[in-house]
């Protein structure tokens, strides 16, 4: 588990932030959290995928990054190898946190920056400053609670667009077998995209409701999002080649 802490500019004064990307700063992860508010941008560049979590049985939607675990085949060379960052991982090591505060004698939920602590994106040499020499917020902070909204944003859309794909029984499981250039044989399963028969029997009632919530646009993103699986398999050749 990681050990996460509230931002403040005393106890995480002095800290940078690494923005290089590389496994050593642990960005070797095959998939990433998106969500509908971005899917239009990360179908230029990505598979989008859904997965169900075992425990709550709910879905959740994936960049995919890599076609097996701990495997990135976005890095290369201390970079990312593309030109958009997945909201999730631009704001690393950062995450949405809450916070129970008064005002006006009411108790309201307040969204607040929660630090990854173990991250080995920290450090004291090298980076991005937090904080300026007098505590105040940097630039660079500034942009990750921007990037932190649209996250807090994503999820509570996520809910209501996922529930309406169940709903209309819109996600099936999907296998891939992927034949690679040394021959080997590579089966992708365990996740979920939008069923296109369903998608395109869809009633005009709920065609209608889709509309209104604006979750017609994300769900023809994320089909159309599967046509970069040739990227990837392209992308996991090269790198056998190299080696």
């Not at 995928?49 to 201390?78: A, C, I, M, P, R």
């Not at 704001?91 to 946190?97: D, N, S, T, Y």
């Not at 869809?202 to 979750?215: A, M, V």
Request: with cysteine; aromatic share 10%; hydrophobic share 35%.
């Amino acid at each position: 588990m990681s050990n996460h802490q509230m931002l403040n500019n005393e106890q995480h004064k002095g800290l940078k932030v690494h923005t290089q990307r590389s496994s050593a700063l642990g960005d070797n992860i095959m998939l990433t959290l998106t969500f509908p508010n971005e899917f239009y941008n990360i179908q230029a560049h990505y598979p989008i995928v859904f997965h169900k979590d075992e425990v709550t049985e709910k879905f959740q939607s994936y960049v995919l990054l890599g076609l097996e675990k701990q495997e990135n085949l976005f890095l290369n060379n201390g970079g990312w190898d593309c030109g958009y960052l997945p909201y999730t991982i631009k704001a690393q090591p950062f995450l949405i946190g809450f916070q129970n505060q008064e005002l006006n004698g009411k108790i309201q939920k307040q969204r607040v920056i929660h630090l990854d602590v173990d991250s080995p994106k920290l450090n004291k040499e090298q980076g991005e400053n937090i904080f300026t020499e007098f505590g105040q917020n940097t630039p660079f902070i500034e942009h990750i609670g921007d990037v932190l909204g649209e996250i807090d944003k994503g999820f509570e859309e996520s809910e209501d667009f996922l529930n309406l794909l169940t709903q209309y029984d819109l996600l099936e499981k999907f296998v891939f077998d992927i034949e690679l250039i040394d021959k080997s044989h590579n089966r992708l399963s365990g996740f979920y995209t939008i069923n296109e028969e369903t998608l395109n029997n869809l009633t005009s009632q709920q065609l209608t409701e889709l509309s209104k919530k604006g979750f017609l646009k994300p769900l023809y993103m994320a089909v159309a999002s599967l046509l970069n699986m040739g990227e990837l398999i392209k992308r996991k050749n090269k790198k056998i080649q190299i080696k």
